[in-house]
C-alpha cells in the first residue's frame, strides 16, 4: 500500500510504502529525465551496503541540506502574469534586462536571492555560489525549460571554473515546476 501527501512531510507531498510488501521495482527514469532519481539512486545504494533505512532516510535529509536549486529566469512577462511581479516591475526590469536568480529553500519556497543585469552575469552568478558551496559535488544538474543553449553555456563556465565537476546532467524541466517558477 503506498500513500501521499502524508500530513508531515513537505509541501509537495511524500510516499509511504508498506514494508510488508514483497520486493518491487520502482521506475523513476534516468537522471537525464528526473534529476530526483540521484537520490533514489543513493537510496539504493545505501539500501545493498546493509544501510539500516532510517540511516538511509538521515543521510538523504543531509544531502538534501547541502543540494543547490536555483534558477534564472528570462523573462519577467510570466512573473508579472502569475502575479509574482507587478507591471511596473515587470517593464522597468525588462527595460533593463534585470534577471532574477531564485533559490529553493529546503522545504521548497522560492526565494528571490539576487538580482542582476543580463543572462551572462545570471549564470556567473550562480558558478560561483556552486564554488561558495564547496567541492564535494561530482555531479550537478543543470534543467532548463527550453533553452539549450543557455543551459550549453552554463555547463561550460561550470566545466571552466569548477574543475571538481566530474558529471553535468542537463534535462528539460516539465510543466509544472516551469510554470510555477515563471
Not at 507587478?86 to 526590469?93: D, K, L, N, Q
Amino acid at each position: 500500500t503506498a500513500t501521499t501527501s502524508v500530513a508531515s512531510a513537505p509541501r509537495y507531498g511524500a510516499l509511504a510504502v508498506d514494508s510488508n510488501l514483497p520486493d518491487a521495482r520502482i521506475s523513476v527514469g534516468s537522471p537525464e529525465e528526473n534529476p530526483f532519481t540521484e537520490q533514489v539512486l543513493e537510496a539504493a545504494d545505501c539500501l545493498s551496503r546493509g544501510m539500516d533505512p532510517d540511516a538511509v532516510i538521515a543521510r538523504l535529509h543531509s544531502l538534501r541540506a547541502i543540494q543547490l536549486g536555483a534558477f534564472i529566469i528570462r523573462t519577467l512577462e510570466y512573473l508579472r502574469k502569475g502575479g509574482r511581479i507587478g507591471a511596473a516591475s515587470a517593464v522597468v526590469g525588462t527595460m533593463l534586462n534585470i534577471k532574477p536568480i531564485i533559490y529553493v529553500d529546503n522545504d521548497g519556497h522560492l526565494i528571490n536571492t539576487a538580482k542582476v543585469r543580463g543572462r551572462k552575469a545570471a549564470m556567473e552568478l550562480l558558478v560561483s555560489k556552486l564554488k561558495e558551496t564547496g567541492t564535494d559535488f561530482e555531479t550537478i544538474f543543470i534543467a532548463h525549460g527550453d533553452c539549450p543553449e543557455d543551459a550549453a553555456a552554463l555547463e561550460a563556465l561550470v566545466r571552466q571554473k569548477c574543475p571538481w565537476v566530474k558529471n553535468v546532467v542537463t534535462y528539460y524541466i516539465g510543466a509544472v515546476i516551469g510554470a510555477h517558477t515563471g
